[in-house]
Every structure is written in structure tokens, then in C-alpha cells.
């Protein structure tokens, strides 16, 4: 069964397969395995006697992803619910020493969209949850309902790029003040409000929520946290002569992969094979509009 037929298409496959060059015998590890998409055209390239470590925090995707990739002879494959900022304990635990491919597509699965009661989508109301890991305590509603006004208009403003951050913060201080809120529908009420049809058409297309919902789902799950941990910690765990792949989809993430591999060559550690990030081509556009925003950057792990 494809992702495609659970809503999901995984994205810039061609040029991962191209960039990352997947061999017979490799170990590949993917941080961010949601429902297998990239692996299930990842696997089969390091057949015979390779080996596919698949992480993610979110259990239901790991479930389907398990049920999804069949078990094989000729690979190994290794499906742990962890955080991908946790690398070099996975890797430990798995008595891998290191890994000859690392791979993170930093995208929100569109099955994890579609699902209300997750709570990550204004287009479906649902509780304001929006964890990855659903173990763990805090979740979106508590920040919207627990911060201040001054620490809302920030965290819209630094996690959202929300240039309406301090009225947008306002106004949910107002919201709450006559009730808790609790659901999707109510938030992104609130903040539509703040817009007239004028300001909400210059917004553009997006729905005037959609920077302040991304804003929380990073927060909730600190994000942007776990990316430079990660990328702190991977050259450690890719073995010298691999590569490692970061797919991004805004200029947040992007950023902080930039700067990794723009200091990781000057210090002598990675070699920038992507100056500027691949994108996806028109085809692709087309066919997946996920696509639309994703931005590939690879590095090579040089000799010690």
C-alpha cells in the first residue's frame, strides 16, 4: 500500500535518492520516519545486507509505519519510538556506532493533519493537543491559555513570523478572559478576527491562523530545539564520506541547516554538496503541493 493511499506523498524523492546515492550493504538512518515513504524507496537501495533505522516520536506513524514495511531477508530494519535529537543514544542502544546516511524530512505528515483530534489543523476542529509524542505532558492549549500576552506576541513573532503577533496576542488574552479555549475552531476564530477581509486577503492565501498554529506545534514540540541538537551531535554519528539530507519547509529550519553546514565546512567537518537548497520542480508542484515549500540541503561527513 503507497502513502499516497493514507494522504501522504513523500517529498523530493528523486533528488534524495540522487543526493544521498544509497548503496548495497549501508546503514541508513531516518529521523523522522512517519509513514515510511521515504524509506520504502530508501530500503530497497541498500539491499543485500543493509540496515534501515527508522526513529519517530509519533507512535501511531510508527505502527502503520511498522505494518507498512514488510519485513525483509535481506535488510534490517529498525523502528524505535525515539527524538532524533537523541541520535547517538539510538544508535548506542542499537549497537550501531555510526551510520553511513542520516536523513530528516521536518515536514508535519498529512495524516497527522487530517486527523482532528490531534489538534494540528484549523480546517477540522478538534482539542488544542498538538504533540508528536503523545506522552508527553505539555500541549498547545496550555500555552495559549497559560502565557502571557507579551510571551504569546513573542512566541508567535519568533516561531511563526507573525508580523501580527502583538494584536493577534491581544486578542487571545481577550478571548480567554471570558473563556478557556480549548479547540482549533476556537483559536483560529480568534485570530482570523483580528483581520478584516481586506488585511486577511493581503495575508495571502494562507489562512490568517496558519503562522500562529505553526508557531505552537514548534513550540509544544520544541522543534527547532531538537534540530540543532541534532545536527550538534551528527557528526559524531555519520560515519566520515556519508552524507546527511535535512529536508525543511520554512525559513526557520532552513536556516539554522544553513548554518550548520556553512560552519561545519569552515570548521573542516561537512562539505556543503547542496549550496543552495534543491527544490521541488514543477512536476512535483503539481502533483504533491506539499512540495511547494520543501527545501533539501545535503552535507558530506569529511575525514577527521
Not at 76 to 103: H, K, M, P, S
Request: overall charge neutral; proline content about 4%; hydrophobic content about 40%.
Amino acid at each position: 500500500m503507497s502513502t499516497a493511499e493514507f494522504g501522504h506523498e513523500p517529498v523530493l524523492v528523486n533528488p534524495i535518492l540522487k543526493w544521498l546515492d544509497p548503496q548495497p550493504g549501508q546503514v541508513v538512518f531516518d529521523g523522522t520516519l512517519g509513514l515510511g515513504g521515504h524509506a520504502g524507496v530508501l530500503v530497497p537501495k541498500i539491499a543485500p545486507g543493509g540496515r534501515y533505522i527508522g526513529v519517530d516520536l509519533d507512535e501511531a506513524m510508527l505502527a502503520e509505519a511498522r505494518r507498512r514495511l514488510a519485513a525483509r531477508d535481506d535488510v534490517r530494519l529498525d523502528l524505535v519510538q525515539g527524538n532524533y535529537a537523541d541520535v547517538e543514544e539510538i544508535l548506542a542502544g542499537l549497537g550501531a556506532a555510526t551510520v553511513d546516511l542520516a536523513l530528516l524530512d521536518l515536514g508535519l505528515n498529512s495524516a497527522q493533519l487530517d486527523e482532528p483530534a490531534r489538534g494540528f489543523s484549523f480546517d477540522k476542529d478538534g482539542p488544542l493537543d498538538m504533540r508528536f509524542n503523545r506522552s508527553q505532558k505539555e500541549q498547545a492549549v496550555d500555552l495559549v491559555n497559560r502565557l502571557s500576552e507579551s510571551e504569546l506576541a513573542d512566541l508567535f513573532y519568533e516561531f511563526g513570523q507573525e508580523g501580527a503577533s502583538r494584536k493577534i496576542a491581544k486578542r487571545i488574552c481577550q478571548v480567554r478572559h471570558e473563556r478557556r479555549i480549548t479547540t482549533t475552531k476556537v483559536l483560529a476564530q480568534a485570530v482570523a478576527s483580528v483581520f478584516d477581509s481586506g488585511q486577511a486577503r493581503q495575508v495571502g492565501k494562507i489562512h490568517p491562523a496558519t503562522r500562529v498554529f505553526q508557531a505552537l506545534r514548534v513550540a509544544v514540540n520544541r522543534e527547532l530545539d531538537n534540530l540543532r541538537a541534532f545536527l550538534g551531535r551528527a557528526a559524531k554519528s555519520v560515519s566520515p564520506g556519508g552524507r546527511l539530507a535535512v529536508i525543511s519547509f520554512h525559513s526557520l529550519e532552513d536556516g539554522i541547516v544553513k548554518r550548520c553546514f556553512r560552519e561545519g565546512k569552515n570548521a573542516g567537518i561537512w562539505s556543503e554538496l547542496t549550496r543552495e537548497p534543491v527544490v521541488a520542480d514543477e512536476t512535483e508542484r503539481r502533483s504533491n503541493p506539499r512540495a511547494r515549500s520543501a527545501k533539501l540541503r545535503v552535507a558530506a561527513r569529511l575525514e577527521p
